[in-house]
Each structure stands twice: as C-alpha cells, then as structure tokens.
C-alpha cells in the first residue's frame, strides 16, 4: 500500500472518529453551543467538559507518539506552518469565524457531519462556507 493511500486511509479514519466524537457529545446541535456561549443566560458548560476532555486525550496522544519521533510515520519530514506571527489576515480571518460560529453555532467540522442529517440549514451553511472560501481564494490570488 503506497503512502500516499495509507495518508487518506487515515485521515478518513480520523475524520470518522472526530465526527462520532461530535455526535455523541452532541456538540453538532447549533443549539448546544449558542447556549454555551449565552453566558449571562440559559448557560450550558457542558461544551467546556468535552473540550477539557479532546484536550487531555489529545494531549496524552501527542506527547506518547508524537513528540518523541524524528519524522511522521508516513512521511520524510513534519509540515509545520513558516509563518509564526499574527497578521492582518489571521486576525481577519478568525474573528469572522468566530462571529459566524457564534451567531450560527455551528463550524465547518459539525457543519460537515450534519450533512448525514440532511438537514437544509446545514446544507446552506456547508454552501456559504464553500462560497467564501472560492471568494477569498479569487480576492487573495
């Protein structure tokens, strides 16, 4: 098996696990998260339990198998990002998404896994998302 189809092999694979994850701690429901982020009002911590939780498994995971080695399994060398600063784009960039999660209470990775449900909000949401992307990509090019 070529690394290559081993590498899509196991982003599919983590893809699976990452949307189950969000399934079963529900965090898919828009629903869920506004009333995480309503603070002075119908508060629920639960998203901070299940977002304590990803981090200490990730955490774990990655200082076991992944801190320790010189090169990924399935390729020569780690790809990490060259810019290291913040920058106009960034900072741009992810207060949009973080007013969009918070009016729509959904992101791209639960947006995706409601697409199972068919659910229409869902299916507009996924659109704009891939819309913007088409457009910033013309804007920046």
Same mark, same amino acid.
């Given at each position: 098996?070529?690394?290559?189809?081993?590498?899509?092999?196991?982003?599919?694979?983590?893809?699976?696990?990452?949307?189950?994850? !969000?399934?079963?701690? %529900?965090?898919? =429901?828009?629903?869920?998260? *506004?009333?995480?982020?309503?603070?002075?009002?119908? $508060?629920?911590?639960?998203?901070?339990?299940?977002?304590?939780?990803?981090?200490?498994?990730?955490?774990?995971?990655?200082?076991?198998?992944?801190?320790?080695?010189?090169?990924?399994?399935?390729?020569?060398?780690?790809? !990490?990002?060259?810019? %290291?600063?913040? =920058?106009?784009?960034?900072? *741009?960039?992810?207060?949009?998404?973080?007013?969009? $999660?918070?009016?729509?209470?959904?992101?791209?990775?639960?947006?995706?896994?409601?697409?199972?449900?068919?659910?229409?909000?869902?299916?507009?949401?996924?659109?704009?998302?891939?819309?913007?992307?088409?457009?910033?990509?013309?804007?920046?090019?």
């Amino acid at each position: 098996m070529s690394n290559s189809l081993k590498q899509t092999l196991i982003a599919l694979i983590s893809g699976i696990i990452f949307g189950t994850g !969000l399934t079963i701690s %529900q965090m898919v =429901d828009p629903n869920k998260v *506004i009333n995480f982020l309503d603070v002075a009002g119908n $508060w629920d911590p639960s998203l901070a339990f299940v977002m304590m939780g990803a981090l200490t498994v990730f955490g774990t995971g990655y200082w076991l198998l992944v801190s320790k080695k010189a090169k990924p399994t399935f390729d020569e060398q780690f790809s !990490l990002p060259a810019k %290291q600063g913040l =920058d106009k784009t960034l900072i *741009i960039g992810s207060s949009l998404f973080g007013i969009g $999660w918070g009016l729509a209470g959904i992101c791209p990775g639960p947006a995706l896994t409601n697409t199972l449900s068919f659910n229409l909000d869902m299916i507009y949401f996924i659109v704009a998302m891939v819309v913007g992307m088409f457009i910033i990509n013309r804007v920046k090019t």
